[in-house]
């Protein structure tokens, strides 16, 4: 990993492909810095300093801008050194990658209005130096529109550094695969993919536009220098199938690696797939630790198809994990046992400890007993989705359990679901149902609702009382979620985060607010344990944000006398799985766990968001543990300590 202090500058590390050993799988140079902050911190001085010194040679400064989550945190930098030091952005002309297809500038989901939110607005590049697609052009001028988009860039000079997030197809800007090589701006079909991606900014997949303007991966080849930049676990198959991978027009991010001057800049979530760090073992020495030792034989079982007791000499020998052998002394077989007995020993029914069971092969110790359980749950469906079976057994095993909604979840409550309240109360009143006699303040109330839903629009921004509703209704699905897994009302706190009431998708922002409401949550509970998601998720997601918020909080309270015995296990909701390697705890489910999970899921009918992916996800962690030759389960749930505890 490359710490900000020693990195190499990334504008001048492109075109040096494999500087080591270690990185010979790649065919593109990959900077990994630790979280995103610090990448985007770190390029960001350095567009600073090439703009100031094109300044101060009389010159302009032109670059390519991408939108979407990735450069959130590069912008917001680049806004920072703007105010704090005088960093001017007179001479800049800027250019974006692309813009939806019949969006206007002022919708709310539209690239110009987040370009202008997330950057114009807050710096001083002059009007006449922005360019972004037009998203209304007529369909017929849609091809001239291209070409002079083409016409313009090549006039202001062609562009100096052009900025690229990287899509899960594989996409730069929005070329999705079968996009070719020479391809230059134009109209281009969104990928399934990439529509259910934006889902949640356009309050569910059918919002999506189908079409945008992009500029093509011929365009964007033509910069002289190009940044990748990549966040979080979900991007790191395909970040290694770009930079690892053979050049091919369905992973159009992979052409970079034909250009000369190009760097992939990435968080460690977003490198763990690549070879160096997935298999360090085939790309030079590595010192063999328990966990090494465990990852290597998991992986040598998994890749002959071959449980882990019957790997023999020879499959080590000749699968590159030779040297495990060697570093050990000891025969295949030995080494197979003590790797079994590593994965069996992660299987547990008891993921709160086994009341005065000898705990010494066990995830969880025994005592105390019962335990008392924090569940924190980013957003409202994500807990039943990464644990609905391990909650239940929680529950049933006797624990004081707690189920922490962080935020209230009601940007992803569909218009409908607030109308049809206010709908029925409407009804009711023109019935004057039960005996309440006096209907007035409460058809106004509906009343305000209908309206300001008419008003905003499809995909207008809702104002606090309709917040406010939506927010109270899937509280009301959640209870139901809750009490699928055996939860009483009592048991569960809705926290409704401000960071998250005062913002959007991808441009939330928490505040000291949120990490004390989090504290006094930690701290009035005194947990024996936390069950947390979000560590390695995209930093702008929810899951992320209320991560942070959450560890921000654990380290204000280090004096606390229930931290220092205090376990946090880590799940996944929507992430990535983990692999079988880092499951450190999992909770076998049975049929009809699996079946009460579902329903606890499929409670969530306002947002539309029935992610049943999940019992797949659960079903898969069983097939691969049956597969390295553990007993066979219906599913698994899996965990992995946090390791930022102590
Ligand atoms: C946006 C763009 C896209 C995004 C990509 C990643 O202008 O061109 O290629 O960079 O879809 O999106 P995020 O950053 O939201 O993960």
């Known amino acids: 990993m490359t710490t900000a202090s020693d990195s190499p500058a990334i504008l001048e590390a492109s075109g040096k492909k494999q500087s080591t050993q270690q990185e010979r799988f790649e065919k593109v140079r990959t900077l990994v810095h630790s979280d995103s902050s610090s990448a985007s911190a770190a390029l960001a001085q350095e567009v600073a300093d090439m703009i100031q010194e094109r300044q101060a040679a009389g010159k302009g400064f032109v670059i390519g801008l991408a939108t979407g989550s990735t450069p959130v945190p590069f912008y917001r930098e680049l806004i920072r050194l703007h105010r704090e030091e005088e960093l001017s952005f007179h001479n800049v002309t800027t250019f974006n990658l692309d813009e939806y297809y019949g969006l206007t500038q002022g919708h709310p989901e539209s690239y110009f209005r987040f370009m202008r939110?997330?950057?114009?607005?807050?710096?001083?590049?002059?009007?006449?130096?922005?360019?972004?697609p037009d998203g209304t052009v007529a369909m017929e001028a849609v091809y001239d529109h291209c070409l002079d988009y083409e016409q313009r860039i090549d006039q202001a000079g062609g562009l100096d550094l052009q900025i690229l997030g990287i899509g899960r197809t594989g996409h730069i800007g929005f070329n999705e695969p079968g996009s070719s090589k020479d391809s230059i701006t134009r109209m281009i079909t969104l990928d399934r993919v990439t529509r259910q991606d934006a889902a949640a900014d356009f309050m569910g997949?059918?919002?999506?536009?189908?079409?945008?303007?992009?500029?093509?991966?011929?365009?964007i080849l033509k910069a002289k220098r190009l940044v990748l930049m990549a966040w979080g676990g979900n991007k790191a198959e395909?970040?290694?199938?770009?930079?690892?991978?053979?050049?091919?027009?369905q992973i159009s991010a992979s052409f970079l690696q034909e250009h000369d001057n190009s760097t992939f800049l990435v968080d460690e979530?977003?490198?763990?797939?690549?070879?160096?760090?997935?298999f360090p073992w085939l790309v030079g020495t590595v010192d063999w630790d328990d966990r090494m030792r465990k990852r290597a034989v998991v992986w040598l079982s998994g890749k002959l198809k071959k449980p882990v007791l019957k790997l023999v000499d020879e499959d080590y020998n000749e699968s590159g994990t030779g040297e495990l052998l060697a570093s050990t002394s000891k025969e295949a077989y030995e080494v197979n046992i003590n790797v079994f007995n590593h994965v069996q020993h992660t299987i547990t029914g008891w993921p709160g400890g086994k009341k005065d069971a000898d705990d010494t092969n066990r995830p969880e110790r025994a005592f105390p007993?019962?335990?008392r359980i924090l569940v924190l749950c980013p957003e409202p469906a994500d807990a039943f989705i990464?644990?609905?079976?391990?909650?239940e057994r929680l529950k049933e095993q006797g624990h004081t359990v707690k189920l922490v909604f962080q935020?209230?979840?009601?940007?992803?409550?569909?218009?409908?679901?607030?109308?049809?309240?206010?709908r029925v109360v409407l009804e009711m009143a023109e019935q004057e149902l039960s005996e309440v006699s006096n209907w007035e303040s409460q058809k106004a109330y509906a009343d305000s609702i209908v309206q300001a839903i008419e008003e905003k629009g499809e995909f207008g921004i809702d104002p606090g009382r309709v917040r406010k509703l939506k927010g109270?209704?899937?509280?009301g699905e959640s209870r139901d979620a809750a009490s699928v897994c055996r939860l009483e009302a009592a048991e569960s706190e809705f926290l409704d985060l401000p960071f998250y009431e005062k913002g959007r998708y991808r441009r939330f922002q928490s505040t000291e607010d949120d990490v004390s409401i989090m504290n006094r949550v930690l701290n009035d509970f005194a947990p024996d344990i936390v069950f947390a998601t979000g560590d390695a998720g995209d930093p702008s997601s929810v899951q992320s944000i209320c991560f942070r918020v959450f560890e921000s909080a654990w380290n204000e309270l280090t004096g606390a006398d229930w931290r220092q015995e205090c376990n946090v296990w880590l799940y996944r909701g929507r992430d990535r799985s983990y692999e079988a390697h880092e499951i450190e705890m999992a909770v076998p489910m049975s049929p009809d766990q699996m079946d009460r999970k579902a329903e606890s899921i499929r409670k969530f009918i306002s947002i539309g968001d029935d992610d049943q992916n999940a019992l797949t996800r659960n079903r898969e962690a069983a097939e691969i543990y049956d597969a390295l030759g553990m007993a066979e389960y219906e599913a698994i749930e899996a965990f992995q300590k946090w390791q930022g505890a102590k």
């Open 117 to 132: 939110d997330q950057l114009f607005d807050h710096v001083d590049i002059p009007a006449e130096q922005i360019n972004i």
């Open 205 to 219: 997949v059918a919002n999506v536009p189908r079409s945008a303007i992009t500029m093509g991966v011929g365009t």
């Open 238 to 249: 395909i970040v290694r199938e770009a930079v690892e991978g053979d050049v091919t027009d």
């Open 269 to 278: 979530a977003a490198s763990t797939a690549l070879t160096r760090f997935q």
């Open 369 to 371: 007993f019962p335990k």
């Open 386 to 391: 990464g644990i609905g079976g391990t909650l």
């Open 407 to 422: 935020t209230s979840g009601n940007l992803r409550v569909a218009d409908g679901a607030a109308l049809n309240f206010a």
């Open 472 to 475: 109270l209704i899937l509280r």
